[in-house]
């Protein structure tokens, strides 16, 4: 199998794996921040949003309440896929931009999210723009 068929068949199966631990409540830092009015309103006023890495981003400077948000959320979003990806045989980056690919693809009209040039876009009512990588 050459390495790119190799690599489509991987990210499918992180794919499916990250999208049933979503499915099933298992991205609890996800789910912890939506019920934070101050991530609520951060997301809603376009001050975070998804990064391709999996990771959650300050657009523009932001204040260091709000960075410090961001970088605990990091942190257990870093936790969660360190002992995803240990269970599906994947490093934490690969887990990671899998869920990044996930993340950006479940943000809602009007939400922050970077697109693959690296560039923090406003999501419309049409698909984000996702890494070709994405699965």
Not at 11 to 39: E, I
Not at 115 to 125: E, F, I, V, Y
């Amino acid at each position: 199998m050459d390495h790119a068929m190799h690599r489509s068949v991987f990210h499918r199966f992180v794919l499916a794996g990250t999208a049933a631990a979503l499915a099933l409540g298992g991205f609890a830092p996800a789910a912890m921040a939506q019920r934070d009015p101050a991530y609520d309103a951060a997301r809603a006023g376009g001050q975070v949003g998804e990064k391709m890495d999996g990771y959650l981003g300050v657009v523009g400077g932001g204040t260091p309440s709000l960075r410090a948000m961001v970088d605990d959320l990091n942190i257990k979003r870093r936790a969660v896929y360190s002992q995803k990806a240990q269970a599906q045989r994947a490093t934490v980056e690969e887990y990671a931009f899998t869920s990044g690919c996930l993340l950006i693809s479940q943000t809602k009209p009007g939400e922050k999210y970077q697109a693959p040039d690296g560039s923090w876009q406003t999501r419309g009512a049409g698909a984000p723009q996702r890494d070709p990588r994405c699965p």
